[in-house]
């Protein structure tokens, strides 16, 4: 059976996340469901990463296997066109080998968290960004940030449900960048604890507010203890914005016509 790697983008307010779940209406229900159509039967995706419910993505990946070959641009347009009008897109699609694997194929993985820093409430941002009204100090937290950066038990910053066997993470890029009203929080890693990186920004945001230093940043980082962490941030400001894979796990296959 043909495999083909799909790139995704949603809003993920409508969703009780990526993976299909009993109480309502996944991401991943909604691209099964229009591959179903296409497909003839049943099919089952891996997406690289399970967002949670009102986290958004801008660069999710996911793999199926079809029947038959397909045409990338006329399989990115079929499946568009089964989705409607749910707010999830297929922007591309691409042959790989068997041996593709969404997931387990990951090497690094990509999130933005944005913020917006200001009094007014939010509008068109609405459920795409943090609110936060009190004025943070965006250098602090650029510095503070950049405490986390390598490999660390992040227990403290790890969610009591988070089914990952170890706490142990490497932490490749945490970094704060600001313009106007708008604050920028990205991260890279090849994997991540469940609720990681808003644990992090959650924290960061005491730090910016003048709760805490770097130094209580580290020292909750250290201490290893889910109670030590500040707030979990808002799912709405959460954005996977990327999935890298090494060039060996994406051999070039010619597409059927």
């Given at each position: 059976m043909p495999r083909y790697k799909l790139s995704i983008e949603?809003?993920?307010?409508?969703?009780?996340?990526?993976?299909?779940?009993?109480?309502?209406?996944?991401?991943q229900e909604?691209?099964?469901?229009?591959?179903?159509?296409?497909?003839?039967?049943?099919?089952?995706?891996r997406g690289a990463g399970r967002t949670d419910a009102g986290v958004h993505a801008s660069g999710q990946v996911a793999h199926a296997d079809l029947r038959r070959e397909?045409?990338?641009?006329?399989?990115?347009?079929?499946?568009?066109?089964?989705?409607?009008?749910?707010?999830?897109?297929?922007?591309?699609?691409e042959p790989v080998a068997e041996t593709f694997d969404a997931r387990f194929s990951a090497i690094r993985r990509h999130y933005l968290y944005r913020i917006v820093n200001r009094r007014a409430p939010l509008t068109f941002e609405a459920g795409h960004a943090w609110l936060v009204k009190r004025r943070l100090d965006v250098a602090a937290m650029h510095e503070a940030a950049q405490v986390l950066i390598g490999r660390h038990d992040f227990s403290t910053f790890r969610a009591a449900e988070c089914q990952a066997a170890s706490p142990i993470r490497t932490l490749e890029k945490f970094g704060v960048d600001a313009r106007g009203d708008l604050i920028e929080i990205?991260?890279?890693?090849?994997?991540?604890?469940?609720?990681?990186?808003?644990?992090?920004?959650?924290?960061l945001e005491m730090v910016g507010s003048g709760k805490w230093s770097a130094a209580d940043l580290r020292a909750a980082l250290e201490a290893c203890d889910r109670r030590r962490c500040g707030m979990v941030a808002p799912a709405a400001g959460l954005y996977l914005t990327g999935v890298d894979y090494p060039a060996e796990a994406m051999p070039a296959i010619e597409a059927g016509a």
């Open positions: 949603y809003d993920g307010a409508p969703f009780v996340g990526w993976q299909r779940q009993k109480n309502g209406l996944s991401v909604v691209i099964e469901t229009a591959l179903a159509a296409i497909n003839g039967e049943p099919v089952t995706i397909w045409r990338p641009d006329v399989l990115r347009d079929a499946l568009n066109a089964h989705m409607r009008p749910a707010l999830v897109a297929v922007v591309a699609t990205r991260a890279s890693a090849r994997s991540f604890l469940h609720h990681q990186v808003r644990s992090m920004v959650g924290s």
